[in-house]
């Protein structure tokens, strides 16, 4: 069992801490001075008085073996109260109490029947299946409910690896302390089940009654986040949830804008007015218009140039754009001044916009469109290499590389397609 590992485990470490706390005894105390050995006797020598028998020496006395039934027990509480007596940490009791239990409600899981007879129409396998996915949550429900019982908090394992192996959640819940991180994602995945079984249940067609279940399930997740978070880590936690999934779905970027973190805290809190992602993944909205959607977009950017002000929303729309981000990265890389990485930008775009119309007239004959497109090339060049100096060569053959189709011919069927 992974409970008794994890017991031998710590043994086996206190029996090692004990053996080198006892070698640095013995090297590292002063020595004493040697005693000189006492007078011999009769008894000492092993020589009995006149007229009595030699005592025979006193048995040794076997330590008692550690046995592993003295400890375990299938109460929970006493299994606890006799780890407790052993002084066992307590992190080490958490561990191994919940692995108990992980291995006691993975064996009842298993022991459900999974497989349907053939015979049987797609009907019945739908409710077998979703009868079995009731049961399975049942069982979730009541092993999450024994853990918090037992440890007094929500704690689940597989959550607690993933804080310590995923560099984004670690990211999105470094601000708190490791135990209270662990808790927050148990928490969220006793939720996320929940949320699970209400559209399982509904078959995923939800009607009013399931989005009040859910809506009622939300309500739920924020009063026991609000008893385990202090409300400045609540709204903390809602906000990297809210920056971290609007910006990724809604593709907004802040290269060189000079978003502060205080700033980005309040795009963050102004976007929940678009979508507010904290509470839409329990009930999402509905009946919104496409048009509804466009003016919320629509105020959240007036919102962001009020905050940004002219000069910097011009950067922040700059950033939109995958080409801009590119030559920005480069920029970053050989040490550019933002006015060049924005000069590059706009030389970029000034160039394809007129190699564009070039290819796109139809009064230039094909030999007229590449003499004109070769000398919009070689002028481009010309001022890229004054713009970057020694850093010439490098963006040429990374990010660069556009200039070579500059003076591409045009797309025939482009060509054939004009007026």
């Given at each position: 069992?992974?409970?008794?590992?994890?017991?031998?485990?710590?043994?086996?470490?206190?029996?090692?801490?004990a053996?080198?706390?006892?070698?640095?005894?013995?090297?590292?105390?002063?020595?004493?001075?040697?005693?000189?050995?006492?007078a011999?006797?009769?008894?000492?020598?092993?020589?009995?008085?006149?007229?009595?028998?030699?005592?025979?020496?006193?048995?040794?006395?076997?330590?008692?073996?550690?046995?592993?039934?003295?400890?375990?027990?299938?109460d929970?509480h006493?299994?606890?109260?006799?780890?407790?007596?052993?002084?066992?940490?307590?992190?080490?009791?958490?561990?191994?109490?919940?692995?108990?239990?992980?291995?006691?409600?993975?064996?009842?899981?298993?022991?459900?029947?999974?497989?349907?007879?053939?015979?049987?129409?797609?009907?019945?396998?739908?409710?077998k299946?979703?009868?079995?996915?009731?049961?399975?949550?049942?069982?979730?429900?009541?092993?999450?409910?024994?853990?918090?019982?037992?440890?007094?908090?929500?704690?689940?394992?597989?959550?607690?690896?993933?804080?310590?192996?995923?560099?984004?959640?670690?990211?999105?819940?470094?601000?708190?302390?490791?135990?209270?991180?662990?808790?927050?994602?148990?928490?969220?995945?006793?939720?996320?089940?929940?949320?699970?079984?209400?559209?399982?249940?509904?078959?995923?067609?939800?009607?009013?009654?399931?989005?009040?279940?859910?809506q009622?399930?939300?309500?739920?997740?924020?009063?026991?986040?609000?008893?385990?978070?202090?409300?400045?880590?609540?709204?903390?936690?809602?906000?990297?949830i809210?920056?971290?999934?609007?910006f990724?779905?809604?593709?907004?970027?802040?290269?060189?804008?000079?978003?502060?973190?205080?700033?980005?805290?309040?795009?963050?809190?102004?976007?929940?007015?678009?979508?507010?992602?904290?509470?839409?993944?329990?009930?999402?909205?509905?009946?919104?218009?496409?048009?509804?959607?466009?003016?919320?977009?629509?105020?959240?950017?007036?919102?962001?140039?009020v905050?940004?002000?002219?000069?910097?929303?011009?950067?922040?729309?700059?950033?939109?754009d995958?080409?801009?981000?590119e030559?920005?990265?480069?920029?970053q890389?050989?040490?550019?001044?933002?006015?060049?990485?924005?000069?590059?930008?706009?030389?970029?775009?000034?160039?394809?916009?007129?190699a564009?119309?070039?290819?796109?007239?139809?009064?230039?004959?094909?030999?007229?469109?590449?003499?004109?497109?070769?000398?919009?090339?070689?002028?481009?060049?010309?001022?890229?290499?004054?713009?970057?100096?020694?850093?010439?060569?490098?963006?040429?053959?990374?990010?660069?590389?556009?200039?070579?189709?500059?003076?591409?011919?045009?797309?025939?069927?482009?060509?054939?397609?004009?007026?």
């Open positions: 069992m992974k409970s008794r590992s994890l017991l031998i485990l710590c043994l086996g470490l206190n029996l090692l801490l053996g080198t706390l006892f070698c640095a005894r013995l090297f590292l105390s002063p020595p004493k001075p040697a005693a000189l050995p006492p011999p006797t009769f008894q000492s020598a092993g020589i009995a008085a006149k007229g009595e028998a030699a005592p025979a020496p006193a048995p040794a006395r076997p330590s008692d073996p550690f046995v592993w039934r003295s400890i375990e027990s299938a929970y006493q299994y606890i109260a006799n780890l407790r007596a052993m002084e066992c940490p307590a992190w080490l009791i958490r561990d191994i109490i919940v692995a108990d239990i992980d291995d006691l409600y993975q064996g009842r899981e298993r022991s459900e029947p999974v497989a349907s007879p053939p015979w049987q129409g797609a009907d019945r396998r739908r409710a299946a979703r009868a079995q996915a009731g049961k399975k949550y049942a069982l979730q429900v009541e092993k999450r409910a024994l853990v918090k019982e037992l440890l007094g908090y929500e704690w689940d394992s597989h959550a607690n690896e993933i804080w310590n192996q995923d560099l984004a959640v670690s990211l999105l819940l470094g601000f708190l302390p490791d135990d209270k991180a662990s808790q927050v994602l148990a928490l969220a995945a006793k939720y996320d089940e929940a949320k699970q079984n209400v559209r399982e249940d509904a078959n995923f067609i939800l009607i009013d009654e399931d989005y009040a279940r859910l009622a399930l939300y309500n739920g997740f924020v009063a026991d986040a609000s008893s385990l978070l202090s409300p400045g880590e609540l709204d903390e936690l809602q906000l990297r809210q920056a971290q999934t609007f990724l779905a809604q593709d907004i970027h802040f290269d060189g804008t000079g978003v502060n973190d205080a700033e980005l805290h309040t795009l963050a809190r102004l976007s929940k007015n678009v979508q507010d992602v904290f509470r839409n993944d329990f009930v999402e909205d509905r009946n919104i218009s496409e048009a509804e959607q466009d003016r919320r977009k629509a105020e959240f950017d007036r919102q962001v140039k905050l940004l002000g002219p000069e910097r929303y011009a950067d922040y729309q700059r950033a939109q995958p080409g801009f981000r030559v920005f990265q480069f920029g890389k050989a040490n550019l001044a933002k006015a060049t990485t924005v000069k590059l930008y706009d030389a970029r775009n000034a160039a394809e916009e007129q564009g119309k070039m290819q796109a007239d139809p009064s230039l004959s094909p030999e007229e469109q590449a003499a004109a497109l070769a000398v919009l090339k070689a002028a481009t060049a010309r001022n890229l290499s004054a713009l970057l100096g020694n850093s010439y060569s490098e963006y040429i053959g990374g990010p660069g590389q556009w200039l070579q189709n500059l003076a591409a011919p045009p797309n025939p069927q482009a060509q054939n397609s004009a007026p």
